[in-house]
């Protein structure tokens, strides 16, 4: 049985807190060595609560210094979300130990798991173990296609519940209910709704959210951590930062 380690209770402590949690998800595939700690330290001082590094690619030697680096200025965890086993670097609080449960592509069940559990062992990297459910969002993600997985019907919740109780049933803590970045719909509510009735884990979510009211709408469908990554690619305003964090926070 895998123990519950430190960053994973300070997250579940922070929820209880505050109800719910502002993630922003950074990029780590930049050739700028700063990128990763301006848009860190932006978000940490506007109200974001863990930070969360990963993305379908990355050719980025020179993340495990950037990590070190952001780590040094921000007090806030600092999450590897990994596309897949080549993206297990250290440096990292903790990992999202995923498995793509609803797909059928056995690289995203266990293969990309077995590569990259030797190394997160070999690290003593802490991992939560998370089921990751893409749902249908409109247009064709990178997720879908990288994954060549189909996503769940954005019109069929229940599919994606039935997911949630298997994940749970196989130990699984937290749940990442994924639209795909830059997604044109977001995790519609419903699919929200059914897994946090279904099954106690750790709600996530996240993909085309973009603003606060999507978030908080959210939240209040059951989401204990919303992911919000794309938009801050452009806007890079305190201000909406802030706004986020706060209609997220539901308990202050
Ligand atoms: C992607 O859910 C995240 O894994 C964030 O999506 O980039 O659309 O905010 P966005």
Do not use: C
Request: charged fraction near 20%; aromatic fraction near 6%.
């Amino acid at each position: 049985m895998l123990r519950i380690g430190k960053t994973e209770t300070a997250l579940n402590e922070s929820i209880q807190k505050r109800g719910a949690l502002f993630a922003v998800l950074l990029d780590p595939d930049t050739s700028d060595d700063l990128a990763l700690l301006r848009a860190g330290t932006l978000a940490a001082e506007n109200g974001a609560d863990l930070l969360l590094v990963g993305g379908s690619f990355m050719g980025n030697f020179k993340l495990p210094s950037q990590v070190v680096a952001l780590k040094k200025e921000v007090s806030l965890p600092v999450i590897l979300f990994p596309g897949g086993a080549s993206q297990v670097v250290p440096g990292f609080d903790a990992i999202l130990f995923t498995t793509l449960v609803t797909g059928r592509n056995p690289n995203y069940l266990i293969d990309e798991q077995v590569r990259g559990g030797v190394l997160v062992r070999s690290l003593n990297m802490e991992a939560i173990p998370t089921a990751y459910e893409l749902i249908g969002s409109g247009k064709r993600t990178a997720v879908e296609y990288i994954s060549g997985t189909m996503p769940v019907p954005a019109d069929k919740p229940k599919l994606s519940m039935v997911h949630s109780i298997a994940a749970e049933l196989m130990g699984m803590r937290y749940v990442y209910l994924e639209a795909g970045s830059g997604a044109e719909i977001p995790v519609p509510v419903e699919h929200i709704a059914y897994t946090r009735k279904a099954t106690q884990m750790t709600i996530i979510t996240g993909g085309g959210i973009r603003d606060p009211e999507t978030a908080s709408m959210r939240v209040a469908a059951g989401a204990e951590i919303i992911v919000t990554g794309t938009l801050w690619e452009k806007v890079k305003d305190p201000l909406l930062l802030k706004e986020f964090a706060a209609s997220i926070h539901v308990k202050g």
